[in-house]
């Protein structure tokens, strides 16, 4: 029997790494098709004729099977559907997509500046002072103050010698994200949607697996706003929409009165200005127009309004026409909030810098 052996090479992926790499590829196009299985699994022939993705180690029918087997995916009345598992799957991919860009950020996650009663723990101990935590004493700096005064055969623990460790404020922090689905998110032929959905995906995954006492919700806004769960980020989908805005900062506000958290945002992800809203009556006035003075008005109280109620609105704005820079700045100024004008490629570096600047409060 002959075996044949090809030179090694460090930069192979082992079977393993391709798996995950071939997995990672199938869940972004499962976002492209808003979570249509059979048709992400045609782009990927597609791609397969094109780019030569696959060999004879692992087929696209290898592929599905790795992925049924896995649970991400399930066949249902001769269709493949995404699992719960792949949804999660999904959102897990996403958060490591967004984080593999972020530079080492010394600020730390969710903490505040200052020291105090907390339930993290630092590295840094300072002398005990009464009404510290006795499961916060950091023996071994206790005994060796002891054993430097007294040495081992004179050994007597003081009160001085009493060192606890340092501990942190966190704060937990009520977020409502807003997905602007206007029809301009796919206008042009360009593909807003599907890295606005990424960044939503991967907020929604840090904050459940790493901060699950914050509240998180996300809305979509077009015509109108509606409350969605985390489950149907991955299946939304642009409509023939305009952009009511003002919907969306009102539906957001109203979700987050009811929170008692000290930190209260707005996490807005749109690409252009705000063309509709409800008049007095019910009807839904629209003007796609350049800048109408009365919808954009009311759109600036209501960022004041949120402003009041200490509720931050920070912008992620994927277009940098001049015009719409202006209206983005106006309600910036309105509400005191941040405004962010970033490509499609950076939009989850910045989302993801600001969530963890904005949990960082003295109090």
Excluded at 55 to 74: C, Q
Excluded at 134 to 142: A, M, V
Excluded at 149 to 166: A, C, M, S, T
Aim: net charge negative; hydrophobic share 35%; glycine share 6%.
């Amino acid at each position: 029997m002959k075996f044949l052996y090809s030179k090694w090479n460090e930069n192979s992926a082992t079977d393993e790494q391709r798996l995950e790499q071939l997995t990672k590829l199938f869940n972004y196009l499962v976002l492209q098709t808003s979570g249509d299985v059979e048709e992400a699994l045609e782009w990927l022939r597609q791609l397969a004729k094109e780019y030569g993705i696959f060999d004879e180690e692992m087929s696209i029918d290898d592929l599905v099977e790795k992925l049924k087997e896995m649970g991400i995916i399930e066949e249902v009345k001769n269709n493949f559907e995404l699992t719960t598992k792949g949804v999660q799957k999904i959102r897990q991919d996403a958060l490591k997509e967004i984080f593999s860009s972020l530079k080492k950020n010394p600020m730390g996650n969710h903490e505040t500046p200052n020291t105090g009663s907390g339930v993290e723990r630092l590295s840094e101990t300072k002398k005990w002072n009464f009404g510290d935590r006795s499961t916060d004493i950091d023996l071994t700096s206790t005994m060796t103050n002891a054993l430097k005064r007294d040495g081992i055969d004179n050994f007597n623990l003081q009160e001085d010698d009493l060192e606890v460790y340092e501990t942190e404020n966190l704060s937990s922090c009520a977020t409502v994200l807003m997905i602007d689905i206007s029809h301009s998110m796919i206008l042009y032929g360009e593909d807003r949607i599907t890295p606005a959905k990424q960044v939503a995906l991967a907020l929604a995954e840090l904050i459940q697996t790493k901060f699950p006492k914050d509240f998180l919700a996300c809305l979509t806004f077009g015509d109108d706003a509606s409350l969605i769960s985390l489950a149907e980020i991955p299946f939304l989908q642009v409509g023939p929409f305009h952009t009511n805005t003002r919907a969306g900062l009102q539906m957001a506000r109203n979700l987050l009165r009811k929170c008692g958290n000290v930190n209260k945002q707005i996490f807005m992800i749109t690409d252009g200005k705000p063309s509709a809203m409800f008049d007095d009556s019910g009807r839904l006035y629209k003007n796609s127009f350049g800048l109408d003075p009365k919808i954009v008005n009311k759109t600036l109280d209501e960022a004041v309004q949120c402003r009041r109620e200490k509720i931050t609105i920070s912008t992620f704005m994927i277009a940098q026409d001049p015009y719409l820079i202006n209206f983005i700045e106006e309600l910036t100024k309105a509400n005191k909030g941040r405004a962010y004008y970033s490509s499609l490629n950076n939009l989850g570096q910045f989302l993801f810098v600001d969530y963890i600047r904005n949990r960082r409060k003295k109090f």
